[in-house]
């Protein structure tokens, strides 16, 4: 029980660092747009 937690919050992060390395460059592209 306490390990399924676990595994989640590590797939959680996982899918936030994944997101934050798409949407920086991506941030960077909008920014220069303006």
Do not use: Y
Not at 4 to 25: C, G, L, Y
């Amino acid at each position: 029980m306490e390990q399924d937690r676990r595994k989640r919050r590590q797939r959680m992060i996982a899918w936030i660092a994944i997101f934050a390395m798409v949407a920086t460059p991506l941030f960077g592209v909008v920014l220069s747009q303006f």
